[in-house]
């Protein structure tokens, strides 16, 4: 696949998600703030972002790749935790098709992207773990926001059916999980990288 291809691919998701985020934002029931403080909101915003950039830019800076394994990661752990948790739960948006495309079709394209095109220059293990510290932000954000908003953007945040103790269970599982899905997520680049002949990895420097 060329690189104007993949260019324009990535504008045109861009635009997908953005369409999706205008609508849900246009549909949404409660606050402006409670719609900001869902993790899937905040890393389909992000992901717009490194469609848009990475189509119409393509940077090739450290900096850059760090921030897009960064956005990968967070649309990894959207679309898992949305299909082992909150499948059949309502998370605030009003149309299939917006459910579909910011818990389903957006998190598939990030990471087929980083598969397909992994970042050049390569990511440290150490620094994939750095990854972990906006997750885990939007987590305390949400249990300290939460009795004074009465708002909880999960169920399983939510303290108030069945105490801290079930919050906690779930805050520690879902930790863990991040930091392997963020080793996960820097070994794929660094494996592919890797495997692919000099031709494959001047068009990863170029995407």
């Given amino acids: 696949m060329g690189v104007a291809i993949v260019r324009v691919l990535r504008v045109a998701a861009a635009g997908y998600g953005i369409a999706a985020l205008a609508t849900a934002l246009d549909q949404r029931t409660g606050p402006l703030s409670n719609?900001?403080?869902?993790?899937?909101?905040?890393?389909?915003?992000?992901?717009?972002?490194?469609?848009?950039?990475?189509?119409?830019?393509?940077?090739?800076?450290?900096?850059?790749?760090?921030?897009?394994?960064?956005?990968?990661?967070?649309?990894?752990?959207?679309?898992?935790?949305?299909?082992?948790?909150?499948?059949?739960?309502?998370?605030?948006?009003?149309?299939?098709?917006?459910?579909?495309?910011?818990?389903?079709?957006?998190?598939?394209?990030?990471?087929?992207?980083?598969?397909?095109?992994?970042?050049?220059?390569?990511?440290?293990?150490?620094?994939?773990?750095?990854?972990?510290?906006?997750?885990?932000?939007?987590?305390?954000?949400?249990?300290?926001?939460?009795p004074f908003a009465d708002f909880y953007p999960y169920p399983f945040l939510d303290p108030r059916p069945h105490g801290y103790d079930h919050v906690v269970v779930y805050a520690v599982v879902l930790a863990v999980g991040m930091a392997a899905l963020a080793l996960i997520v820097q070994w794929i680049a660094t494996a592919r990288l890797a495997a692919q002949p000099s031709g494959a990895s001047t068009m990863s420097k170029r995407t």
Avoid: C, Q
Avoid at 53 to 58: D, I, N, R, S
Avoid at 63 to 92: E, H, K, N, Q
Avoid at 94 to 103: D, F, K, P, R, V
């Fill in 35 to 146: 719609f900001f403080s869902y993790f899937t909101i905040e890393s389909n915003v992000l992901a717009a972002v490194v469609l848009l950039v990475g189509g119409l830019v393509a940077p090739r800076s450290t900096g850059w790749a760090y921030f897009r394994g960064a956005v990968t990661l967070y649309m990894t752990i959207t679309g898992i935790v949305y299909a082992t948790l909150l499948s059949d739960i309502p998370v605030g948006l009003t149309s299939a098709w917006i459910n579909t495309a910011l818990h389903r079709v957006l998190p598939l394209l990030l990471l087929a992207d980083w598969v397909l095109f992994p970042p050049w220059p390569r990511v440290s293990y150490k620094a994939a773990l750095g990854w972990l510290a906006f997750p885990l932000a939007s987590l305390a954000y949400s249990l300290i926001r939460g």
